[in-house]
């Protein structure tokens, strides 16, 4: 087990003007499985792959534990790396395509097989060890890919968009296998993906990644609650958080007719004449009776169940802005009503207009 450390990790690859990933500082803890999320094209595997060795790194430097891997080949940096396309060879069994990193390593025979009766098992693959991968469902090849990583006993596990193939209910049945496997094994992990959810319900803590930058490393639950910047605002939670301008006003900021009250400190800090408000969906209040807030007209109710979410939009300066509030699932407005709309006390989220910082320190639950 191992610790990983990025320090000012840089890739720029030849012909561009730009770095794919750039001076990235990140530390993931022994045992821990941090989650690399961010939208297509933000560096997450480029920044995967300078860790397990397959991309230069330009500048700064990578460790896992104290040794500093950044120039040493990927085979001798003990990790093992699990791909989208998890990249079997079609003409092996399940057993030998799990078994086959400890050949090449001149593992003997008798330990070969222990090792990958024993990875089997803890993945249900026992059965098909003699099958060839072709014969193998989604989901079973999928663990096959996982079973080749944990026969290796690396220090550190390297997945990039792993469940990517696999349909909507067998993703959120993997990840959970994933999760718990990773930790029983105790191994860190560095997992990619672009999907937030999957990121919220598997990352031990959750580095979102822009443009080649880091935006904020957290706990889910952090990330969720105190988004450091508008765009870890609105990338994490689904449906994302409502932002929209609302101009300052004495004591807070304006929200339709009303008043938001907001700390002194923050306004202060804003910028301009107006901040950035960020308010979730279930941080909305909706009346159908009262005339305080945002005036929003419903656009459409979405219906899930014991909750649903109510689409409608509304004017801010002249501009028309689409709102999300969540609602009761069975009791809620309908289409073509108007309502008024004003965000739970407490649960306001402002940004700084120009550079998208938080103003507001922390919301306190
Ligand atoms: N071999 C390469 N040569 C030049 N540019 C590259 C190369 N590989 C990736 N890039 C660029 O570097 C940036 C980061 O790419 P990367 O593959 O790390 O993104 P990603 O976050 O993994 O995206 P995705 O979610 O689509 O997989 C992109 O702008 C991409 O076009
Ligand atoms: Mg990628």
């Known amino acids: ?74 085979k001798d940096r003990d990790i093992a790396m699990v791909f989208q396309n998890y990249a079997l060879y079609p003409h092996m069994t399940v057993a030998e395509n799990m078994g086959f990193a400890l050949k090449i390593a001149g593992v003997n025979k008798d330990e070969r097989a222990a090792r990958v009766l024993e990875a089997a098992k803890l993945l249900d693959l026992e059965p098909y060890l003699a099958r060839k991968p072709k014969a193998l469902s989604g989901g079973q090849r999928q663990r096959v890919a996982m079973g080749r990583a944990i026969v290796r006993s690396p220090q550190v596990f390297l997945m990039d968009e792993p469940l990517s193939n696999l349909d909507a209910k067998l993703r959120v049945q993997t990840r959970t296998q994933i999760s718990s496997l990773t930790r029983r094994l105790g191994v860190t992990t560095v997992y990619v993906t672009h999907d937030q959810v999957e990121a919220l319900t598997m990352g031990d803590r959750i580095a979102v990644l822009k443009d080649g930058v880091l935006q904020q490393v957290g706990t889910p639950r952090d990330l969720y609650a105190n988004p450091e910047n508008v765009f870890v605002a609105g990338f994490i939670g689904s449906p994302a958080m409502n932002l929209f301008h609302a101009d300052k006003a004495d004591g807070g900021i304006r929200f339709g007719n009303t008043i938001i009250p907001l700390e002194r400190a923050a306004l202060d800090a804003a910028s301009g004449t107006a901040v950035t408000v960020g308010v979730r969906p279930e941080d909305v209040i909706v009346s159908t009776t009262g005339t305080e807030g945002l005036p929003v007209e419903v656009d459409l109710v979405e219906e899930l169940g014991a909750d649903g979410y109510l689409y409608g939009h509304t004017e801010i300066n002249g501009q028309r802005t689409d709102i999300v509030a969540r609602v009761d699932g069975r009791s809620h407005p309908n289409a073509g009503d108007r309502v008024h709309l004003t965000p739970k006390l407490g649960h306001v989220h402002a940004f700084d207009t120009e550079s998208g910082l938080r103003l507001v320190h922390a919301i306190v639950d």
């Not at 030849?14 to 821990?32: C, H, I, M, N």
């Open 1 to 74: 087990m191992a610790t990983v450390t990025f320090e000012k990790a840089t890739r720029l690859y030849p012909g561009s003007t730009r770095p794919a990933v750039d001076a990235l500082d990140l530390d993931v803890e022994d045992g821990e499985f941090l989650v690399l999320v961010g939208p297509s094209g933000c560096g997450k595997s480029t920044s995967l792959r300078m860790l397990a060795g397959l991309e230069e790194v330009t500048e700064g430097r990578i460790l896992i534990g104290d040794r500093d891997v950044t120039d040493m080949p990927p």
